[in-house]
Each structure stands twice: as C-alpha cells, then as structure tokens.
C-alpha cells in the first residue's frame, strides 16, 4: 500500500501550520480548508431562503441537496432522504428516540425493552433513559471488568422477544475497542428488535458502509470528522417512514428526512461537509486508487489506518514500558479492533496533573469521563479526574508524538 503523503495532507488544514500538536482530536478534529471555504462561499454567496422560483434561491436548493448526496455517497446510504442532518449527535440521538415515542402509533409502549451498553458516551443512553417515561424497560449491557469488552454472551442474556432496541457505539471513545457492530446487529435482528450506532468514535478512522454495518440507525458527528460542528444521522427507509413528523403539522410523514429536521438543516455547514468527501476521494487518488468515489474513500481510509497504528504502538509501546501506568483499552495496536484513541491512567500522578504538564508545551489532550461517565464511574476512575486521554488522527506525525512521549516522561513514574 502507498503510504500517505503527510506534507500533503497536513497542508490540508490551515490550523496545523502553528505550534499547536493536536493529540485531542476525539474531542474534536482541525477542518479542512476546502470545508471552510466552502461555508464561507455558501455564506457569501447563496445566503437565501431555498424553495423560491428565483435563480439564487434555486441555486442554493441544488447546494444543499448536493451536499446530502455527498453524504449519502460517504455513508452509503441507499437512498439520500434517509440522511438526517441535525446541530450534533446528542441531538439527533434525542430527536430519534423522542420519535419513536411520539405520533399515532408510537413505536416504543410499556413494557418494551430497550438495551444500551456500559461503555457509551452518554449521548446514546440518555434518550434511551427516558423512554422509560413511555414506560419502557431499560437494561444495561455491562463491560467486562477484565477484558474491558462489551462480550456478545451478555448480550444474549439480555435479549428477549420485547427487545425493541439495541444502542451501541462502534468504537468506545474511551477505550478505543471496535464493537462487532454487524454480528451484534444479526443478533438483535433475530430477536425482532433494531440497532442504533453511535459512530462518532469510529468515523475519522474508518470508512463508514451502513448497509455493512447492518444497523438500523447510525449517527456520527462531522467536527470529529475533519468538518464543521455538525452532524448526521442515517435512518433505515422503511423505519424513517415508519416515524412521526416532529415538524410543523403540515410537514406529513412522509416527508423525508424533512420530518426529522424541523427548523430545517443548516444550509452553510451541510454545504461545507462536500470538502470531507471530496477530500476522502482526492486523497484515494493520490494514493493511486482509479475506482469509484468510495473505493477512493477505502484506499484513503485503509492509508489512515496503517499511518495512525503506527502511531499508535509508538505511544502504546512507551506506556506499556512504564510500570506506573494502566492502559484501559486494549494495550496494542496491532489488530482491527482498535482505533487510536488511547486512554491511560498513571499510579502515583493525578490525570490533571499530566495534562497540565502538557499544556506547557503546547500539546494538546486532555482528562476527565468524556461523557461516559458510567464507564469511568464502574471502572472505579472518577474519583482520580478520570483518565488521561490522547486521540490520534491522521494528519499526526512521529515526531509529534515523539514530543509528546519526551513530555509524558517528565512526570509519568
Ligand atoms: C462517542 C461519542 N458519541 C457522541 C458524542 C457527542 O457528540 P455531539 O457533541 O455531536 O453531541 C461524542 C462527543 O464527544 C462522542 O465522543
């Protein structure tokens, strides 16, 4: 495989060009040039209202429609009105599950169970939660203390004929681990219920198929991603159709993926995410892939993966050598359940400690439960500040991390 031409890539994002080693990029990502410049031209020039007969208002219908099929294209939607765009995956992840509630014939009634597991970030548990005001039974898919997997015999377990939903991530924002989203997806299948994805964690790292993924519904975030605070949520047709309008009453059931948008997209930030695709396609070119946009996307992404597990066991190999510190996450990167997202705690130095340490070098990562606060808290981590975490993307070098382990050693035992 050709190996990525990082000079290239970071040239890519304006914000690399300072002093600034972005190593919180699970946090959020730097943006492309090409996505800004588009959400400054949509601005610039397409600021109307869309759906008028006028040239301009016409005009900018077409971006905002071309921007749903770019990302229709970088999931692999089937169709593009199952693309569902929204301020951010929390909430998205409330807009779905307050849906499924809600209408006239609500999809969720007492008595019906619904599963979320112990690793999520609260995103994709909260609204599960209060289904449980519809009267729902809420269970909890617990990780395994030892192994810190989600392991599928607990799953079986738990499954029953009323299990309605399964709600899991793809990759732990903690711990890095890929979840067997497909095989899990078999099994909920099989019992009658319906899967929904949190793939925030996943997608800067690997390319997104949710026809492969087997879910139901799969959300991520696009600021994770390399683009603007923003993002999508795929819904399977036949279960969009099957949802309530949460617009105006006017705006039917039918009315896809509109229903599910009231107050309607954001037209600047939707027409700036064409750069992430377009980015993904043009960097599988220069790496020598000729196949269609997301076989271009794949030779991107499988260049990614190789460039950040090397980055990866670079940091992994340094803290599997020091005695003082725990890796809760898998301690290698050598396998393909891992994204480079790597959470650590030391012994005998508090998690703030170490990163404050950091910021006086002007590397940036960071401490604390990162939102999945029931893993920290059943990991028995929340009275220490949490874990200590560092994200990897792509644009990263060797020599940033380099830096960062020389840091690491002036305070790690
Ligand atoms: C795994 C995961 N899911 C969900 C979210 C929430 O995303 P948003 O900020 O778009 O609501 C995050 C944010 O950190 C995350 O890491």
Not at 134 to 142: F, Q
Not at 174 to 191: F, K, M, Q, S
Not at 244 to 262: C, E, R
Not at 379 to 399: C, K, Q
Request: charged share 20%.
């Amino acid at each position: 495989m050709t190996a990525l031409d990082l000079n290239r890539i970071r040239a890519e994002f304006p914000a690399l060009a300072g002093d600034t080693v972005f190593l919180d990029n699970a946090g959020g990502s730097q943006v492309l040039k090409r996505v800004a410049d588009r959400v400054s031209d949509y601005l610039l020039s397409s600021s109307v209202q869309l759906g008028a007969s006028y040239a301009a208002s016409v005009t900018a219908g077409e971006k905002v429609l071309a921007a749903r099929r770019a990302v229709a294209t970088l999931i692999n939607a089937p169709y593009d009105e199952e693309v569902v765009m929204g301020g951010a995956t929390t909430a998205l992840m409330f807009v779905l599950t307050q849906a499924l509630r809600l209408g006239p014939d609500p999809q969720i009634r007492a008595g019906d169970e619904i599963i979320v597991t112990e690793t999520d970030h609260e995103a994709n548990i909260g609204g599960w939660m209060r289904l449980r005001e519809a009267g729902a039974v809420v269970k909890l898919w617990p990780v395994n203390r030892e192994t810190l997997a989600l392991d599928l015999a607990d799953l079986d377990l738990l499954l029953s004929p009323r299990t309605k939903w399964v709600a899991l991530t793809w990759a732990s924002n903690i711990l890095g681990t890929v979840n067997p989203v497909a095989e899990v997806a078999r099994r909920v299948h099989a019992v009658g219920g319906r899967v929904c994805v949190d793939a925030v964690a996943y997608a800067p790292h690997r390319l997104v198929d949710v026809q492969a993924s087997g879910a139901d519904v799969v959300v991520f975030s696009f600021y994770k991603v390399f683009g603007p605070h923003y993002a999508v949520m795929w819904v399977q047709r036949e279960l969009l159709l099957q949802l309530p309008s949460l617009n105006h009453y006017f705006i039917g059931a039918d009315v896809l993926p509109y229903k599910l948008q009231p107050g309607n997209v954001n037209y600047e930030l939707s027409y700036g995410c064409i750069g992430i695709a377009d980015y993904l396609v043009d960097t599988g070119s220069a790496l020598g892939s000729d196949g269609t946009p997301r076989q271009r996307m794949q030779a991107a992404f499988d260049a990614f993966e190789a460039h950040e597990n090397a980055l990866a066991e670079q940091l992994l190999a340094y803290l599997r050598s020091k005695p003082g510190v725990r890796l809760i996450g898998r301690p290698a990167a050598d396998d393909a359940q891992r994204v480079p997202t790597i959470s650590f705690v030391p012994a005998a130095v508090a998690p703030e400690a170490v990163v404050r340490h950091l910021d006086a070098f002007g590397i940036g990562i960071r401490w604390g439960d990162f939102y999945a606060k029931r893993l920290i808290e059943k990991l028995n981590l929340h009275e220490r500040g949490g874990v200590v975490r560092v994200s990897i993307a792509h644009y990263n070098t060797p020599a940033e991390i380099d830096r960062l382990i020389t840091h690491l050693d002036e305070v790690l035992p």
